[in-house]
Nanobody, 123 residues
């Protein structure tokens, strides 16, 4: 079992940057694909980015490609999301999650979730 705790959210102006972290407990963190999702008010949860268990492969939603970077440090059991050139439409609660497989953008395929961290981008 894995427990996840996100941090690093906050209020930032458009064009600014934030770095989200997701701290994981449990000895099997390195075995999981890790993903970031987000959910804005009144909208469904959507995929943002994912990274393979070794960190050698990543993929992104088109809406964040070139602006966001996902990374992980398995020695620290921590997942990151560096967000640059933020836009008001990036405003959402951001969640990290685990997946035992690779390649899914469907939140229903992810097993463990954090509680989320709020990101608000002002125009």
């Amino acid at each position: 079992q894995v427990q996840l705790v996100e941090s690093g959210g906050g209020l930032v102006q458009a064009g600014g940057s934030l770095r989200l972290s997701c701290a994981a407990s449990g000895r099997t963190f390195s075995r999981y694909t890790m993903g970031w999702f987000r959910q804005a008010p009144g909208k469904e949860r959507e995929f943002v980015a994912a990274i393979s268990w070794l960190g050698s492969s990543t993929y992104y939603a088109d809406s964040v490609k070139g602006r966001f970077t996902i990374s992980r440090d398995n020695a620290k059991n921590t997942l990151y999301l560096q967000m640059n050139s933020l836009k008001p439409e990036d405003t959402a609660v951001y969640y990290c999650a685990t997946d035992q497989a690779w390649g899914s953008r469907d939140p229903n395929d992810y097993d463990y979730w954090g509680q989320g961290t709020q990101v608000t981008v002002s125009s």
